[in-house]
């Protein structure tokens, strides 16, 4: 009979009325562990005479009555709203009769909506957008364009999903709830652990990427340093145009009959003596030696405990990404639009608008606007919970826009003739020359912002991974030192041997988006109406056809 004292007064269960439809449940969601609340006279301030008052203890008792009614996970009969004080009247009752005001809860720390709408832009503006115009060329101009904004409004929905999966499950205590969460609820263990290595595949592809850029921007930044020191000029006389914004075709397939042929880069000294240059590129090389340079950089920062200090310098992506946007911008006036309008067959010079390697930019934009793993998180800080599905709108507005914008001004300003459309680069940056001072600028800014973002990403793979196998996020030096060496290892070997950012890029993005972009969230939406009883055929064909499609993205790949 002891342990009868413990239960709850009523125990949880299903009842006729869903919680639901109870009044503001988003107001609940955010009061359910509030603080007790007591009037601004009875605050203890200097003077430590003051006590609360009898209406406060009173009050106290009755918000104790409703936690003794029920299991603290059941939010079926949490306290009303009328009992539960407003966010700025929070305090902490002490049993000795004294009362402290809170400072900084997560009440007074809401995010406008504008605030909100950025921070999710800047979550998704990634390496991605290096690769978007590469992926245009693939699928072609005019099916590029159709199919980034088709894209987008799937994954805005699949998002959508996702952001409201939380409170579709009823009875539960869904606050603190993440989407693995909601997949463990649906799904056991499988769904948890298969979320689980799912997302970690979108984070450490996402690291070997920025491994091969580092290398890359890395190796460009110290040539430009060393050309401009040496007045040394690396000449692209073949697949180049002239004039002060050269545009270079450095892995052409063919030159203008056709015939296969291969760039060469002519170093061009000031006098005769090149064995500096010579020595300079046997020990910067770009695939060969900047790999290996970065370890020394990067794998201490890595088995950092905490990442809070590199999270301080976040903002380097927002100037990046504006930057690159105003790059874009300038080399698109100078160069000016050079486009040919053929539906099907290739032209000289030109890509046909509709082509048949569209997979290839479905598998990059599918990573592009990837922010579903934590999108839950993002929007808990939102102020407006009400606005939370038109600030995740227009967040991917903005951000669509944004890939339009580089992707359509870049495949339209690069100049054919003289070179081939088909030059464009994965990363697009490589289309122009290392002595560019604006390309320069813009790589040195990317290259910083990785170095203090890569640790980051480091940081989320060892909390999710130790978390779930060892249940601390730091078991041992040596079990992060081993992980650490293996994602290390993963990217040194991928800039060394297959330096492709825009394959690397559609492949984790159509693997990691299988599972937490089409069939997870449509499968958990599917569930949770057919056990509200409103599951309509239409609705079962739409998202099971959700599901093939990610599928069909995926295989895709391989074919591609």
């Known amino acids: 009979m002891m342990e009868d004292d413990y239960k709850p007064l009523l125990s949880s269960g299903p009842t006729g009325e869903s919680f639901s439809h109870r009044g503001s449940t988003d107001s609940l969601d955010n009061r359910a562990k509030r603080p007790f609340h007591v ?29 003794k009614l029920t299991g603290s996970s059941d939010r079926l009969l949490s306290p009303p709203n009328h009992v539960i004080p407003r966010a700025e009247e929070i305090y902490i009752y002490s049993p000795l009769g004294s009362a402290f005001k809170v400072t900084g809860s997560d009440q007074l720390t809401k995010n406008p909506s504008i605030i909100t709408i950025f921070a999710i832009w800047n979550t998704m503006m990634g390496t991605s957008i ?56 649906y799904f056991g263990k499988f769904g948890q652990w298969s979320s689980l290595v799912f997302s970690m595949v979108s984070l450490i592809g996402a690291m070997v990427v920025y491994w091969v850029l580092m290398s890359n921007f890395l190796y460009n930044t110290g040539q430009f340093i060393y050309n401009y020191a040496h007045h040394v000029n690396m000449s692209h006389p073949q697949f180049g145009t002239n004039g002060t914004d050269r545009v270079i075709c450095p892995y052409p397939n063919t030159d203008s009959e056709g015939n296969k042929s291969i760039s060469t880069l002519y170093p061009i000294a000031a006098g005769n003596d090149t064995t500096d240059v010579d020595s300079f590129e046997h020990w910067w090389s770009k695939t060969n030696t900047i790999p290996l340079y970065l370890i020394i950089l990067l794998l201490p920062l890595l088995c950092f405990r905490s990442a809070s200090f590199f999270a301080r310098f976040t903002f380097l992506g927002t100037i990046s990404v504006i930057y690159l946007l105003v790059l874009v911008t300038i080399k698109a006036v100078r160069l000016g639009f050079h486009l ?69 001004l870049i495949f339209a ?111 958990v939406h599917m569930i949770s109406l057919r056990r509200q009883g409103t599951l309509r055929w239409p609705s079962a064909l739409f998202h099971s056809f959700l599901i093939l499609l990610g599928l069909a993205n995926m295989v895709a790949q391989f074919f591609m």
């Open 130 to 185: 290096l690769s978007i115009p590469w992926g245009i060329k693939q699928a072609g101009f005019t099916l590029g364009i159709l199919i980034l904004i088709f894209t987008g409004l799937l994954m805005l929905y699949c998002c959508y999903i996702v952001l409201k999966s939380p409170k579709a499950i009823p009875y539960v205590d869904t606050s603190d709830w993440e989407f693995p969460d909601v997949c463990r609820y």
């Open 340 to 408: 040919d309008f053929s539906w099907f067959e290739a032209t000289k010079y030109y890509v046909p608008e509709f082509r048949l390697l569209f997979p290839q930019l479905t598998g990059v934009l599918t990573l592009a606007f990837f922010i579903h793993n934590c999108i839950i998180t993002l929007m808990k800080n939102n102020k407006h919970q009400e606005n939370n599905v038109r600030d995740l709108s227009v967040a991917y507005l903005l951000v669509g826009m944004t890939y339009l914008y580089v992707g359509v």
């Open 413 to 523: 300003a690069f100049p054919a003739p003289p070179l081939d459309k088909d030059c464009i680069e994965p990363n697009f940056l490589d289309n122009f020359p290392s002595d560019d001072v604006m390309v320069f600028v813009a790589r040195t800014f990317l290259l910083f912002q990785m170095i203090t973002v890569y640790p980051l990403l480091g940081y989320l793979v060892r909390v999710q991974m130790m978390g779930q196998i060892f249940g601390n996020h730091y078991p041992s030096f040596f079990h992060v030192l081993a992980l650490n060496c293996m994602i290390v290892g993963a990217g040194v070997l991928m800039a060394k041997f297959y330096p492709n950012i825009g394959s690397i890029i559609r492949f984790s993005g159509a693997t990691c988006g299988l599972a937490l972009v089409f069939v997870f969230p449509s499968l």
């Open 39 to 67: 009037e601004p006279r009875n605050i203890v301030d200097d003077d430590p005479q003051e006590r609360v008052s009898a209406e406060a203890a009173i009050l106290n008792s009755r918000v104790h009555y409703y936690s």
